[in-house]
């Protein structure tokens, strides 16, 4: 640098003018004002105050350089500085109040000249949080998050999957898990896992306001899912749903899943689902639990071991997991579930109960209250009417005498499976009774009528085991029919057990003349 330019360096630099004030008045680069300014300070003062060296023993330029009287540097939005800040109270950026100011103040300044007074402005003070203390054994927070790449069953494609994890507040130990599909069951089945994995629970769960946790969120009484809060019940826990949008409740595991994404899994792969919680579950015992946490500054396993005892003691038996379905009570007083009818009084008929289906029973609970009404063990066979026989209804109706009549109309043989179906099930068995006079409809009524009396002899009383019958016989007739007459069909016989004797048609010739005779005497 020029001897003249370090001179004007000096003497600006002593006056205490900015370094951007500095640049724009003699156009030296920001940098190299402020490398000449930390080189200036480290210069050792003499006796007179003056700094030494060759700077020092350059004589000023003659004549003396005209250097403009500069104070402090006052921006050339102070005048509107009113005006600025109402309109930040308003959250408008610093692009529209600039337009404002040219359009509304005539202001000839630059863009960056409002920015830089709006950047200042603006500043706040940092967001205060509390630090949250609990006891061992006090809180757990749970939240889902990304995994790493793994591979999808059957394809050649990578996806990541959903990350399940839950933090024990007190000692900062963490439960993972990966899966692709999460729903409510699932969700409920990963916090079962994970007290499972810790050997024990805490007495309050805090979590975010999903789906698969919350029905409906409320600031005052949140609504949880069935299925989460029937799980919660039986482990004892309390569920403390964050407020929406509001993160910072649950710190601790959003720093879990932050330090699993970025450490354990940043830049890996997995070739299937089994393999990324083997690899969770490793990192976790090997690595994650032994650290050192940064604001205890005490392993977090050992911090494990002392709240372990604090837990609450599992129950003996696991969770039995359920789905809900909303049916409608029919006349027979049952309700239809996979097309078996389970016997819900003393729901009122036409009124909707809340069924909950588990693996080997079903509850059938009021809607409203969810009291519990009945309960009946799971039967596979489709078809099949759970109601006792106090219950059942055998007086007969209308429509019971209608669906006898028709049956009679096809046969002997249909009308005593239809009385029979009656007489055992009463009016449940009205469906099937429905259904094996309806084929009639659509299959010959010989046809029919032989399909329940085979039916009858099989000792298996049911619509489907008919039709298949029916049908199995209507095919039979129909392919003989396409195979033609058979050579023994086209030869006249005389003798055969249909054909009945010329004596018989001879009575009945008879018996109709005389029945002419005695209708014509009568007319006379």
């Given at each position: 640098m020029k001897p003249h330019l370090q001179t004007?360096?000096?003497?600006?630099l002593a006056q205490n003018v900015g370094q951007r004030e500095i640049a724009r008045v003699t156009g030296i680069d920001r940098k190299t004002i402020r490398n000449f300014q930390k080189r200036l300070a480290a210069e050792p003062a003499n006796s007179s105050g003056a700094a030494t060296g060759p700077a020092a023993r350059t004589p000023p330029p003659w004549p003396p350089a005209a250097v403009p009287s500069l104070g402090v540097t006052v921006s050339l939005c102070e005048p509107h500085r009113e005006f600025v800040e109402a309109q930040l109270r308003l959250r408008r950026n610093a692009t529209a109040i600039y337009q404002d100011l040219v359009d509304e103040f005539g202001f000839d300044g630059h863009y960056n000249s409002v920015k830089r007074f709006v950047a200042k402005l603006a500043q706040r003070e940092p967001e205060q949080f509390d630090r949250l203390e609990f006891a061992p054994g006090e809180e757990a927070q749970v939240d889902y998050g990304e995994g790493a790449l793994t591979r999808v069953p059957g394809t050649t494609r990578y996806r990541r999957p959903r990350l399940f994890v839950m933090t024990l507040r007190y000692s900062r130990r963490s439960f993972r898990r990966v899966l692709w599909r999460s729903d409510q069951q699932s969700w409920a089945r990963l916090h079962e896992q994970a007290w499972r994995y810790f050997g024990g629970a805490c007495r309050y769960v805090v979590l975010d306001n999903l789906k698969e946790g919350v029905a409906k969120p409320d600031l005052y009484e949140p609504e949880l899912n069935p299925v989460y809060a029937a799980t919660l019940a039986h482990y004892g826990?309390?569920?403390?749903p964050a407020r929406v949008g509001d993160?910072?409740?649950?710190?601790s595991v959003e720093n879990a899943i932050g330090h699993t994404q970025a450490t354990a899994l940043?830049?890996?792969?997995?070739e299937s689902i089994e393999a990324h919680n083997e690899f969770l579950e490793h990192w976790e015992t090997k690595w994650a639990a032994p650290r050192i946490h940064g604001n205890t500054r005490r392993q977090v396993q050992a911090m494990f071991e002392e709240e372990r005892p604090h837990l609450l003691a599992l129950p003996a038996t696991v969770m039995q997991f359920f789905t809900e379905q909303i049916r409608t009570v029919c006349d027979d007083t049952?309700?239809?579930?996979?097309?078996?009818s389970y016997a819900a009084r003393p729901a009122r008929i036409g009124t909707k109960v809340l069924v909950r289906i588990f693996d080997r029973h079903l509850e059938i609970r009021d809607r409203a209250t969810k009291a519990l009404l009945r309960t009946h063990v799971r039967v596979e066979r489709p078809g099949t009417v759970v109601l006792p026989a106090a219950e059942r209804v055998f007086n007969p109706s209308r429509e019971t005498r209608a669906i006898l009549a028709r049956a009679r109309e096809i046969g002997p043989a249909a009308q005593r499976l239809c009385e029979l179906l009656f007489a055992v099930q009463g009016r449940v068995g009205q469906r099937k009774l429905w259904g094996i006079v309806g084929l009639a409809d659509r299959i010959p009524r010989r046809f029919v009528d032989a399909a329940c009396e085979r039916a009858l002899a099989d000792g298996v009383h049911g619509y489907k085991h008919v039709k298949v019958i029916a049908q199995s016989l209507l095919e039979h007739a129909l392919a003989a029919l396409d195979a033609g007459p058979s050579q023994d069909a086209e030869r006249l016989i005389q003798q055969h057990p249909l054909i009945r004797s010329t004596q018989i048609y001879a009575e009945l010739f008879e018996r109709a003349s005389q029945a002419a005779d005695h209708l014509q005497d009568t007319a006379q």
């Open positions: 004007t360096l000096r003497t600006l826990v309390i569920a403390d993160p910072n409740r649950k710190g940043k830049g890996r792969r997995f049952c309700v239809l579930v996979d097309h078996s």
